[in-house]
């Protein structure tokens, strides 16, 4: 390539025209999943404080909702539920009449071509906010090489396979275990298919990092622990290649897709994980980045339109397929307004 003067790379910025005809990535509206808040009772629409735009919604809200996204042109959902009550071992994530699994049917009911995504863990469930089967008692821990008050992998993954059989009965499209276990991809593919459903996809959450930018969600989801904190199954943040050993495992177990989360401070991940695996891979852009945006916006720091794309748009350009983001309505809209 010809040096200066004979090669200006400014020569192709000229115009939006000529920028957009050599735009090497591409932002679309079918790239976007939308997470929704589920909670029981009727007529509820109440935004959630820590993520402005997004909400709480009962079930019986969700036929709107619904067709709002199909008009939009978003593809996807991912369901988080709020149940009503917890207890030890999270019965209501399993419960054939739990809010994910209603609110599954009734998306299904209302937009048969939505793609329904579930959350499968129990953190939201559970009393002590973890995400399995927490052994308090020294008792409990005899003989299994389990220190007081950890978190039993083994005993979890029969339940995680119960709350993945039971979605996939409701008519989810794809269940996406986030509670980072070991097997937990082999288990449920296993149940999935003994229950029959063998058409049932798994996203598994292959990457998850124990990040602070997770803040917010567990406000609207009310799944912080009660006590310690997630870093004993999470991924450590300064890890790379361990998030490559993480989705070779998941891969090799089944998983039809993989997910890195969270996605702006993982771009890095996200990269390598795109250059090594051929399955689609979908990025989280997680609760804290919409909300460090969302606030500078509201103090006049940053422009929130330009900001949030520009953000997607890295995170589709470091090699994601698909996007879950809590802006993908106000996306929609941007995207469609040129």
């Known amino acids: 390539m010809s040096s200066f003067p004979q090669y200006r790379a400014r020569r192709l910025r000229c115009s939006e025209n000529l920028r957009r005809l050599v735009r090497e990535t591409t932002l679309s509206t079918g790239d976007l999943i939308y997470p929704l808040f589920l909670i029981h009772g009727r007529g509820l629409r109440e935004e959630i404080p820590a993520m402005p735009g997004n909400y709480h919604l009962s079930v019986d809200q969700l036929a709107g909702e619904a067709q709002d996204l199909v008009s939009l042109g978003i593809p996807a959902v991912l369901l988080f539920g709020l149940p009503a009550c917890k207890d030890e071992t999270g019965r209501e994530a399993y419960d054939p009449e739990g809010i994910v699994q209603q609110g599954v049917r009734a998306l299904k009911a209302a937009a048969p071509e939505l793609v329904v995504i579930t959350d499968v863990c129990l953190c939201e469930y559970t009393n002590h906010g973890h995400c399995g089967v927490v052994r308090a008692k020294p008792e409990q821990c005899a003989g299994k090489g389990l220190p007081n008050g950890c978190l039993d992998n ?185």
């Open 154 to 338: 083994d005993a979890t993954l029969e339940l995680l396979a119960r709350i993945a059989v039971s979605h996939a009965a409701a008519g989810a499209d794809i269940v996406a275990p986030s509670d980072m276990m070991d097997g937990r991809i082999a288990a449920i593919r296993t149940a999935l298919d003994g229950a029959g459903y063998p058409c049932t996809a798994i996203l598994s959450y292959a990457a998850k990092y124990a990040s602070a930018f997770y803040g917010p969600f567990r406000q609207a989801a009310g799944s912080a622990p009660e006590y310690g904190d997630r870093r004993g199954y999470q991924m450590d943040p300064p890890n790379q290649r361990e998030a490559l050993r993480e989705v070779a495992q998941d891969v090799d177990e089944g998983a039809d897709m993989v997910m890195v989360k969270p996605a702006l401070a993982y771009l890095d991940v996200l990269c390598r994980v795109r250059e090594r695996y051929n399955l689609p891979l979908v990025a989280y852009n997680v609760s804290g980045e919409l909300s460090m945006v969302k606030a500078a916006a509201a103090a006049g720091w940053l422009d929130e339109r330009r900001a949030a794309l520009e953000i997607l748009t890295a995170i589709k350009r470091a090699g994601a397929d698909a996007i879950i983001t809590y802006w993908a309505k106000d996306a929609a809209r941007w995207l469609r307004e040129g």
